[in-house]
């Protein structure tokens, strides 16, 4: 068999790369190859020494192959990242590096900001300079394949195409009707560079963009800039790249390489990013672009492989990293020849590049901003609308269905080219369908677009673009970058590069009188039209002008030339150098005469017969240009073609909607949902008070009614607008009692007393159920049986009842409805008792009705007549009085009211009454006292009706006199009147004892629930000098002023203490403004630590927010997710910091033993450490505002982020990373992240903790406000984990938090080690109103002070919750005493866990004891002269300050208080009698009279009720006899009713004229404390003395 040169060499070249060719020693001896064994020759084109002409013109071969040279392994590799390529400036050409200026910088400020502000829109100038009509062949008849290789090129050595992070928008506007129906205001977007972040401050350091790659043809887009990427890519067996399963094709990229991922446009319409698995894995991210670009990828890629089987074959001993490595050097320095000894010359239209004159290390290789944003661009107009296909056999291929994803399908068919812009980013498609042979034999054999201004619409429109804009202008951006990159103008760029300045648009291409340019006059008049000015044209505009036939003009020419020569002097790895050591000069030469057709023909199945030999130029003569020329192919045009697709857009947040609104819905409901469980629990919990208090109450009910007839199963009807209710009905005591369900309350009574007769009403149709009692004078009792039998039983047994008390029935039958109508119910009777009183008093009190107290204006007469018919019984007389049926004074007062003896009370008698309290005289309403107690209707009153008279005086308060102080009342004020002797009085004679008292009565009345007594009506009024507070207090002052006129004993000084200082009104000078301010003065002055504290506090919590908004809203390295969200980030950053600060200082107040501990030092002169817990409350609401303020922060900003495209994302975001396909909505950020899904988790529980904080949780539901507030931990641990995601910023909320964090656990390990302890009660006892006494021992080395508080635990109920309250021992006592009212569930329990009858003889449980804790009420010997309230259960801080006055006292401790005034304000004197003992040892004990105390009962009826007045009297002249209380036995003053603190307070400051600050310590109900406080404030405003208030509430 015959061969012939070209056959030979490729069967040879075949035998490296298949085994499978039977290529013959004889057949390598003929052709003159070298083989080293029987298999292996090396063919021609790499033995021929550069010096000689390896043909004659014959078939045969004259050169002969030279020894290889010995395996040399010091031998030093090219690096990947271009790192000390030049060992003098490692940096240069490294990769990363700033690109390099020619030109100065022209920023608009000189730093950063683009420049060309005042320039042309570039859309516009894109439209005006760049249309036009494809088609046009290259004038030097360039092929697509120069075109194609020149992109390759520019990816090998400049990357610069990554945006800024954080990115920063310099969008494009849009001209009107650029885009039809395009929203206003729509913008093109653009995004700038990604720069060196050090520069860009100032004129000094301009901005610097960076070239992410090597200006080296390296390899780069082979393997990679960096060894991580290229090991990436390898098989790592024989030297190999990695290879795909589905042929000779790069591995896919199932590892998840960076590569670049845009969205296709073609596919646009479905608004999808595609997985980057899809693409071949290759060293230059955007090697899938498009399928000719991914053509030399593949190309490539198969080179090196060849070159490692062919080192693989010849050199068994080599490792893999040696084949690789040597294939590598191989393959890139024949890459190296190509681009600038081939296709350089090619693309600029050179005769041939200047020599090589040797490494130059002066040289800097970097990539210029010019040729980078404008010069290199000038490819762009040889792009052509697509690339045809053809085979070996001159087939042009035509498309099909599979040849791209264009979304017509019928469209897309029967073309010979495909489509440029259809193939963005989906190559595989057109490559996979015939490899690549058929498209390199294409571009080899299409003449590319004609050297001129007209850019194909493929890219000028037509290029690939985001998901929110698919479709975008890249002359536009081409212009765009060129600003951003701070371009000079045209002219100006020409000047310093020496080539001179444009005189005018026409000298630019030397328009009409160059026969060399394509470029139309008409365009240069357009540019002029649009710039107006020669020295205003963007260096890409001008340069792209300058286009001549030769290719790139002057301009652009002498960039492109300067740039690669500069690339080859200053790589000292170029392979022409020969120091390097990479190659002999044979290997040089060899190199040399590489070309790319030899590459193709290597590594493909292309021989050389199929295509030319000057790839990068087609003419006639080469491989199938005959048939190209004659189908018309040599060139195509966009016409000849599918259409590009549309421009579609996108929004970001699509998808993102519902689970935004599902989410942020959520949380509120979440919110919702705690407060209305919080309300049903608390709701719950008093509904399981009322249960055992009802339970207990039907046990009592049980126990009194267990000789009582009971009937159940039955129901009360109430009024056709009521549901039946299940009633209890019991027949006994003379009366007929109805109960709620299970005895829980009383319903209805019929008293029988003084019933003569009922009537009886039965239903005789709808199963004769009901049955109705009428009775005169009272509302009806209608009752539904279950059947009529129960019925006719109950009525039966009614029947007996009735007839042993001797009362008639009377029964009658009727329909039901009869029945139902003619009822009169509670609710009926209630509306006419309401007419009843308001038309009495209203009669007595000359009083006009009020209308809007009646149902109409005007009354009818049948309503007038009910009024005045209408009569009480004794049951709604006691119920008007507020008292009980039995009491004395009712009876007494119902029977002489009642003067005609019916039983009841008519209109007429009760009008009587009350006109005499209303207009009666003195003596009137004596003489109406007198015959109340006038039991027997004797005109008398006999010493025994005058001591029940003061008794049913305090029935209604729950009040008790002992028998011998009324014995001894009663008996000194009948001696005092002159009737010692006397045992009855008659009216004359309780006229003289009640004589000195009679003034007393002009003022009084009766209070009758229902009435409206109007006061400066009833009573008279004072003389217009005297305010009301002064009234009342000359009220107690007249109670007492008689007191001094006693005799002198050991009291009298603690006597005259006792009263009050009478007081007149103050005329003050100052003005309502000067008082303001002097209240303002007396509150800063009382408060000026904790103002300035406070001030401090919140100038810290500002200056942190204002902090960290001021950084991300300034500093730079935050600027892109503050352009994307707004100032809202700042806020929210801002916020977010508040928060770690307040949420950390917050466990500082809640240090009770620190703060105990430092209160006691010199410290506490300077911190208001007894503010703690309120400190705590505005820490915990500062945290609060700015939690709510951050989470509506991030809801905006999540909103913000969800609707920005990924890459911008990914680039903000840093830590979390996601696949480019992979597009994040909104859940992504909230659920998928650390810091979103931990988010949620804060504000679920920061929700429970703050809604079960509030007052109306600890209120109604203590243990839930426990429970939730210890979920501090969880919050705590979620903040912790909320900042480890890294979102925006590293986290540093341990800077804030480990300080307090270490105090507040070492404070709590202290009280761990007193709970620890368990102590033994020596004592407990009930005490009246609800009250647990507990004594117990005092641990070891328990130090405390009077009025400091612990908290107690009791092991035996079962769990561990702590709770306050204040120590009522004293600290010389050897035991420790607490007094705990029952008032919620655990207090509850407690009582009921130390009732006797529950112990059963048991020892008691023990106690676990955390404190002692300090307040300010420990501090009341630090003034003057102290007043401490107490209310309720509140005296117990008290009861303890007490009993040390007492101890300090008795040992003649020095006390530098002068004055203690001591009120207590209880409902009744049986309340907290405890306290009693402690106060009576206090006045037996207090020599010098430093203690006065003073008792307010409040459950005594109004100030001039008659009953109060009269116990007013006694009490006084109680007093004055016995020197003590007639109530408590104290000697201390006891009043009746509330206190009036303003006018207290005023006196306690008359009488101390010498005290500059008085201290106010109150503690009770917050209701009491806020009228203390207000007192304080309201007397602040006058004279020199200030008051200092202390409180707490429970």
Request: net charge neutral; proline share 4%.
């Amino acid at each position: 068999m015959l061969y012939n040169r070209d056959l030979v060499i490729i069967l040879c070249i075949g035998l490296l790369w298949n085994p499978t060719y039977a290529v013959t020693q004889d057949i390598c001896n003929k052709y003159q190859f070298q083989c080293v064994n029987e298999q292996d020759c090396i063919p021609w084109m790499w033995k021929c020494d550069g010096n000689e002409d390896c043909s004659d013109g014959s078939d045969e071969i004259k050169c002969s192959h030279p020894e290889p040279k010995q395996e040399n392994f010091n031998t030093e590799y090219p690096g990947y990242d271009g790192w000390y390529n030049n060992p003098t400036n490692p940096n240069w050409g490294a990769a990363d590096m700033p690109l390099r200026r020619l030109v100065p910088p022209a920023y608009s400020d000189g730093s950063y900001k683009p420049s060309g502000h005042n320039r042309a829109s570039p859309l516009e100038l894109s439209e005006a300079i760049m249309k036009g009509e494809t088609g046009h062949r290259s004038f030097l008849n360039r092929t697509v394949l120069m075109t194609f290789f020149g992109q390759q090129v520019v990816e090998e050595i400049l990357d610069a195409q990554r945006p800024g992070c954080p990115p920063e928008y310099f969008n494009i506007p849009l001209p009107e009707g650029h885009i039809p129906n395009a929203p206003k205001d729509f913008q093109m977007p653009f995004l700038r560079t990604r720069y060196d972040m050090n520069t860009g401050y100032s004129p000094n350091s301009p901005r610097q963009q960076l070239n992410e790659v090597t200006p080296y043809l390296d390899g780069g887009l082979i393997y990679g800039t960096s060894k991580a990427w290229a090991d990436a890519l390898r098989e790592f067996h024989g030297g190999r790249l990695s290879r795909s399963h589905r042929g000779n094709y790069p591995h896919e990229n199932d590892i998840g390489l960076p590569m670049a991922n845009p969205p296709p446009p073609a596919e646009a319409h479905n608004h999808t990013l595609r997985n980057a698995e899809r693409f071949f894995k290759l060293g230059n991210p955007r090697g899938n672009e498009n399928p000719f670009l991914l053509t030399f990828g593949i190309l490539l890629f198969r080179y090196h492989n060849y070159w490692a089987d062919y080192f693989a074959a010849r050199q068994p001993g080599w490792n893999d990293e040696k084949i690789y490595n040597e294939a590598r050097k191989w393959t890139i320095a024949i890459y190296q020849n190509i681009v600038l000894y081939e296709w350089l010359p090619a693309f600029l239209n050179l005769q041939e590049t200047p020599s090589y004159s040797g490494y130059n290390q002066h040289v800097h290789p970097g990539i210029s901003h010019v040729f980078q944003s404008a010069a290199m661009r000038f490819g762009h107009t040889l792009v052509p609308p697509g690339v045809i296909r053809r085979t070996t056999q001159c087939e042009y291929i035509k498309t099909t269905v599979h040849s791209s994803y264009h979304p017509n399908k019928d469209a897309k068919s029967g073309h010979h080219g495909i489509r440029t812009c259809n193939s963005y980013w989906n190559p595989q498609v057109t490559i996979l369908e015939h490899d690549i042979e058929p498209i390199l034999l294409g571009m080899a054999s299409q003449i590319t677009e004609r050297e001129d201004n007209i850019i194909t619409e493929d890219l000028r429109g037509m290029v690939f673009g985001p998901l929110e804009f698919s479709r975008r202008d890249l002359m536009a951006l081409n212009i765009q970058r060129g600003r951003d990159h701070g371009l000079p103008d045209y002219n100006t760029i020409r000047d310093y590069l020496g080539l001179g300045r444009k005189e005018s648009f026409e000298d630019i291409n030397n328009v009409g009188n160059n026969s060399k340019s394509a470029i139309d006059k008409n365009i240069i008049r357009r540019l002029k039209n649009i710039s107006g000015n020669i020295d205003n044209i963007d260096v890409w505009v001008g340069g792209l002008l300058e286009t001549t036939s030769d290719g790139p003009g002057e301009l652009f020419h002498h960039v492109i030339l300067d740039q690669f020569l500069r690339i080859r002097d200053g790589d000292r790895f170029w392979f022409e150098n020969i120091n390097n050591g990479l190659f002999t000069r044979h290997n040089i030469t060899t190199i040399r005469n590489t070309f790319l057709k030899d590459v193709v023909v290597a590594a493909t199945d292309i021989t050389n017969d199929d295509i030319q030999y000057d790839v990068f130029h087609y003419n006639k003569g080469d491989p199938c240009y005959d048939v190209g020329e004659a189908m018309d192919l040599l060139i195509i045009n966009s016409t000849s073609m599918e259409e590009c697709t549309k421009i579609h857009t996108f929004d970001y947040f699509t998808g993102s909607e519902i689970a935004y609104l599902v989410s942020f819905g959520a949380i509120l409901l979440w919110i919702f949902a705690c407060v209305l469980l919080l309300i049903i629990l608390s709701k719950a919990t008093r509904w399981w008070k009322m249960k055992e208090q009802k339970r207990r109450a039907v046990q009592q009910s049980m126990e009194h009614i267990s000789n009582i007839l009971t009937y159940t199963g039955v129901k009360e009807w109430r009024g056709f607008d009521a549901p039946c209710i299940s009633v209890i009905v019991a027949l006994g005591a003379k009366a007929i009692t109805v109960y709620g369900k299970d005895f829980n309350e009383k319903r209805h009574v019929i008293n029988l007393n003084n019933t003569k007769k009922l009537s009886f009403y039965i239903t005789v149709d709808q199963g004769c159920r009901y049955f109705r009692v009428k009775m005169e004078k009272e509302y009806d009792l209608v009752l539904m049986f279950s059947s009529r039998v129960s019925r006719q039983k109950f009525i039966g047994d009614m029947e007996g009842f009735l007839g042993s008390l001797k009362i008639m029935i009377k029964t009658k039958e009727l329909t039901h409805d009869m029945m139902l109508f003619g009822s009169i119910t509670k609710q009926q009777r209630q509306k006419t008792l309401e007419r009843f009183f308001r038309t009495a008093f209203a009669h007595a009190l000359s009083q006009d009705l009020d209308p809007s107290d009646m149902d109409t204006v005007c009354w009818s007469a049948e309503i007038a007549q009910e009024v005045l018919g209408c009569r009480l019984t004794k049951q709604e007389f006691a119920e008007a009085l507020s008292m009980q049926p039995k009491s004395l004074f009712v009876e007494q007062m119902f029977e002489v009211v009642d003067k005609e003896n019916f039983g009841t009370i008519s209109f007429r008698d009760l009008l009587d009454m009350l006109i005499i309290f209303a207009k009666g005289s003195p003596e009137d309403k004596l003489r109406l006292m007198f015959d109340v107690y006038d039991i027997g209707r004797t005109g008398t009153l006999s010493r025994e009706e005058f001591k029940a008279m003061l008794k049913s005086m305090l029935e209604g308060m729950s009040g008790t006199i002992e028998q011998d102080s009324v014995e001894e009342l009663i008996d000194s004020m009948f001696e005092k009147a002159g009737f010692k002797e006397k045992d009855n009085l008659n009216f004359r004679n309780f006229l003289k004892l009640m004589g000195e008292h009679k003034k007393h009565f002009d003022r009084v009345y009766i209070g009758v629930a229902g009435g409206n007594y109007r006061e400066e009506k009833v009573i008279p009024a004072y003389p217009a000098t005297k305010g009301g507070s002064l009234r009342r207090a000359e009220t107690l002052i007249r109670a007492y002023k008689q007191i001094e006129g006693k005799k002198e004993n050991k009291y009298r000084r603690t006597l005259k203490d006792l009263r009050y200082v009478k007081t007149v009104n103050a005329k003050y000078s100052r003005t309502s403004f000067e008082r303001r301010i002097l209240a303002t003065t007396r509150f800063i002055e009382n408060n000026r630590l904790r103002i300035f504290h406070l001030v401090l506090y919140f100038l810290v919590l500002f200056g942190i927010f204002a902090e960290r908004a001021y950084y991300f809203t300034i500093e730079r390295e935050h600027a892109g997710l503050r352009q994307i969200a707004g100032y809202g980030v700042s806020i929210t950053r801002g916020a977010a910091s508040a928060m770690l600060f307040t949420f950390s200082i917050i466990l500082l107040t809640m240090c009770r033993n620190l703060l105990t501990k430092l209160r006691q030092t010199f410290l506490n002169r300077f911190i208001p450490f007894d503010s703690a817990l309120a400190f705590h409350k505005i820490v915990a609401f500062s945290a609060l505002f700015f939690t709510i303020i951050h989470c509506i922060g991030h809801a905006l900003n999540f909103y913000h982020i969800s609707t920005q495209p990924a890459d911008d994302l990914l680039c903000l975001f840093r830590d979390y990373f996601h696949r480019s396909h992979e597009l994040p909505k909104f859940q992504y950020w909230l659920y998928n992240t650390i810091t979103g899904f931990t988010g949620v988790l804060l504000v679920i529980v920061t929700a429970i903790i703050f809604i079960f904080s509030s007052q109306y949780a600890r209120k109604n539901s203590f243990n839930l406000f426990w429970i939730t507030h210890n979920l501090y931990i969880i919050l705590y641990i979620l903040m912790m984990l909320h900042g480890t995601g890294q979102l925006v910023q590293r986290p540093f909320f341990h800077l804030f938090f480990v300080g307090p964090a270490v105090v507040f656990i070492f404070d709590k390990l202290v009280s761990v080690s007193k709970k620890k302890v368990t102590l033994i009660v020596k004592r407990a006892e009930l005490l009246p109103s609800n009250v647990t006494f507990l004594e117990f021992q005092r641990p070891s080395h328990f130090e405390y002070k009077s009025g400091q508080w612990v908290r107690l635990s009791c092991p035996g109920m079962g769990n561990t919750e702590y709770h306050p309250f204040t120590l009522t021992s004293a600290p010389h006592e050897d035991t420790l005493t607490v007094h705990v009212r029952a008032v919620g569930p655990w207090t509850t329990k407690l009582y009921h866990l130390f009732d006797p009858i529950n112990l059963k003889g048991l020892s008691y449980p023990k106690i676990c004891l955390d404190g002692p804790f300090g307040e300010g009420h420990q501090d009341w010997y630090q003034f003057d002269v102290a007043v401490l309230i107490g209310g309720g259960i509140g005296v117990t801080p008290y009861a303890s300050i007490l009993k040390d006055i007492i101890s300090k006292t008795n040992s003649n401790s020095r006390i530098s208080c002068k004055k203690v005034y001591f009120i207590w304000v209880t409902r009744t004197q049986k309340h907290f009698e405890w306290l009693t003992d402690i106060i009576r040892e206090v006045e037996d004990n207090d020599k010098t009279g430093l203690v006065c105390v003073h008792l307010f009962i409040t459950q005594f009826y109004q100030k001039f009720d008659l009953r109060t007045t009269m116990l007013y009297i006694c009490e006084r002249h109680f007093q004055k006899i016995s020197n003590r209380s007639l109530f408590t036995g104290l000697r201390s003053i006891t009043h009746f009713g509330r206190p009036h603190f303003t006018s207290f307070l005023n006196s306690v400051q008359k009488h101390h004229p010498d005290v500059k600050r008085f201290g106010v310590f109150s503690c009770g109900p917050p209701g009491m404390t806020h009228n203390v406080e207000t007192a304080c404030s309201e007397l602040n405003k006058y004279g020199t003395a200030g008051f200092v208030h202390h409180y707490e509430n429970f």
